[in-house]
């Protein structure tokens, strides 16, 4: 067991996969000096001519990415900011997302792109986007969200082993301020699973991210009132997972669902309609969304960001809301 936060998960997880497969490598704007976060610190020396400086040409990121990938390497490509990605959306969603379609199963993408995505950092209108509901929209890209450092490195080594296109998205508020004591070697998991982190009777609280974080803080708040809620860490936000989220759903009754996305086509929208559709006899009251608000960017000046960020005591404020229906 090891003491590690994020950014070190994700630096020792690409470490162990360019160590064990010569057709992984990673490209990316200054990554060989280690890239904005130092995610990539000290991989160059360790794996040379594999961790490549890319111009900054987000398309051209994403279009060798796949090009390498279907010529048998393992591309992991490395966007700067999840802001800058939708330079690289029609490469994405146009083209990686389908390649095996296209060509009847013939072919296949393993391909990654990492970026570090969300708010709390004061990076201001470029810097903190929330990007996940415009590519867990498109079918054939599988988009990943962990929380944990631990789950970083298991679902990073499965990105990276899978065949098809994977967006992994690493909250960057997280990154140094999370620390988990993790095994020596990632744990073998699935694309695609949710888990319960937390089990109460009284409603069930849906999150991913940073959000996850602020979610079980305001668990805690809310079971010293006597409101015990579940909570379920999504990880993965394509493929959801349905069997998870109705099982909770319809075990409490009363569901929040959280993002730091904004409220109008936040990745909430299609969770709440996949309870209602599938659990709606089991609700005892109206599925509640707790998001940021429906504006462009993000607000530079904190007390701004602070408005628009959701955090624990406004999940706290809407579970006492919804456990008193």
Not at 94 to 123: F, I, K, N, Q
Not at 233 to 260: F, M, Q, S, W
Not at 264 to 282: P, V
Request: glycine share 8%; proline share 6%.
């Amino acid at each position: 067991m090891a003491s590690m936060t994020v950014i070190e998960a994700v630096r020792s997880t690409l470490d162990e996969a360019l160590g064990k497969d010569d057709r992984v490598f990673v490209l990316g704007e200054d990554v060989e000096a280690g890239g904005v976060f130092r995610a990539t610190e000290g991989l160059a020396a360790k794996h040379p001519g594999r961790i490549i400086d890319s111009p900054l040409a987000e398309s051209s990121i994403i279009g060798i990415s796949i090009g390498a990938a279907h010529y048998g390497m393992r591309p992991v490509a490395e966007i700067q900011f999840a802001d800058f990605i939708h330079a690289g959306f029609d490469q994405l969603c146009s083209e990686a997302s389908r390649w095996c379609y296209r060509t009847r199963g013939d072919a296949y993408l393993p391909m990654v792109v990492r970026t570090p995505w969300g708010g709390g950092v004061h990076g201001g209108q470029h810097h903190s986007q929330s990007i996940e509901a415009y590519y867990a929209h498109m079918p054939g890209i599988k988009v990943v969200a962990p929380a944990f450092p631990a789950d970083y490195r298991s679902l990073l080594r499965a990105a990276i082993e899978d065949p098809n296109p994977v967006l992994f998205l690493e909250h960057k508020r997280t990154y140094r301020l999370i620390r988990q004591e993790v095994e020596g070697a990632p744990a073998e998991t699935v694309i695609g699973r949710a888990r319960v982190t937390r089990k109460g009777p009284d409603l069930t609280i849906i999150a991913y991210g940073l959000m996850l974080h602020e979610s079980l803080a305001a668990a805690e708040t809310l079971s010293s009132e006597g409101i015990e809620p579940t909570v379920v860490d999504l990880l993965t936000l394509n493929p959801i997972d349905r069997e998870t989220i109705l099982e909770t759903a319809k075990a409490t009754g009363k569901v929040l669902i959280v993002h730091e996305d904004t409220l109008t086509g936040g990745l909430g929208g299609e969770i709440a309609a996949i309870i209602a559709e599938h659990a709606f006899e089991y609700l005892d009251a109206p599925i509640r969304r707790v998001a940021g608000p429906d504006i462009p960017p993000m607000p530079f000046h904190h007390a701004m960001e602070d408005f628009f960020m959701p955090n624990r005591e406004k999940i706290a404020a809407a579970a006492r809301e919804l456990a008193a229906y």
